[in-house]
């Protein structure tokens, strides 16, 4: 009997430990200049999580992002950059080349990380906690500079599509109540 409370104890800090793990701050991942890193240095923030490409329709966005960084970051918005070749092609740089785009013609200050897939088999983790079977904002990203919205306590709060601009009332709105949730 105590044999059997001793292993299903196990099980079940394993399984807590497991969930922990999961959450968004603790899931590897890479900058743009191939450091291993986490979002855990962002902890406590409000975050724009955004798949990104250098030659997509909607690339004009780095410079709203770039604006509301600005103009939010020192109540603690962060805004995250993720380019992905998924859509079409429109982002097949290499992470040097990507980096060079963005600060050199968008002057992109906020953090960019390392290419990554957002869809499929090869799903990025971080994208399967944001857009998968449960996430509350569930569904295959459509295409590239979709956007999600993570409050200071780490949960996704909005999602919004890629025609939805980051400097639109809407985007605006969301960004201004998880800065005031504290």
Same mark, same amino acid.
């Given at each position: 009997?105590?044999?059997t409370?001793?292993?299903?104890a196990?099980?079940?800090?394993?399984?807590?430990?497991l969930r +922990?793990? +999961?959450?968004l701050?603790?899931?590897p991942?890479?900058d743009?200049? /191939?450091?291993d890193t986490?979002?855990?240095?962002?902890a406590g923030?409000v975050?724009?999580?955004?798949?990104v490409?250098?030659r997509? /329709?909607?690339?004009?966005?780095?410079a709203?992002?770039e604006a509301?960084?600005?103009?939010?970051?020192d109540q /603690?918005?962060?805004?995250c /950059?993720?380019?992905?070749?998924?859509?079409?092609?429109q982002?097949p740089g290499?992470d040097?080349?990507?980096?060079q785009f963005?600060?050199?013609?968008y002057d992109v200050?906020?953090?960019?990380?390392?290419?990554?897939e957002v869809?499929?088999?090869n799903?990025h983790?971080?994208y399967?906690?944001l857009?998968g079977?449960?996430?509350?904002f569930a569904?295959?990203?459509?295409w590239?500079f979709?956007?999600f919205?993570?409050?200071?306590?780490g949960?996704i709060?909005?999602?919004?599509?890629?025609k939805?601009k980051p400097d639109s009332?809407?985007?605006?709105?969301?960004i201004e109540?998880?800065l005031?949730?504290?």
């Amino acid at each position: 009997m105590k044999t059997t409370t001793l292993a299903c104890a196990a099980v079940l800090m394993s399984t807590v430990a497991l969930r +922990a793990a +999961a959450s968004l701050y603790d899931i590897p991942l890479k900058d743009i200049d /191939g450091k291993d890193t986490t979002l855990k240095p962002y902890a406590g923030k409000v975050l724009l999580l955004v798949n990104v490409a250098s030659r997509c /329709g909607f690339t004009p966005q780095y410079a709203g992002l770039e604006a509301i960084y600005k103009k939010y970051s020192d109540q /603690g918005l962060v805004i995250c /950059g993720f380019p992905c070749n998924q859509f079409g092609g429109q982002e097949p740089g290499t992470d040097a080349e990507i980096k060079q785009f963005c600060t050199g013609k968008y002057d992109v200050t906020f953090p960019m990380f390392d290419k990554l897939e957002v869809n499929g088999s090869n799903r990025h983790s971080l994208y399967v906690a944001l857009a998968g079977k449960d996430s509350p904002f569930a569904g295959d990203i459509r295409w590239n500079f979709t956007k999600f919205l993570i409050g200071r306590d780490g949960k996704i709060v909005a999602r919004f599509d890629s025609k939805v601009k980051p400097d639109s009332e809407e985007v605006t709105k969301a960004i201004e109540a998880a800065l005031a949730a504290k």
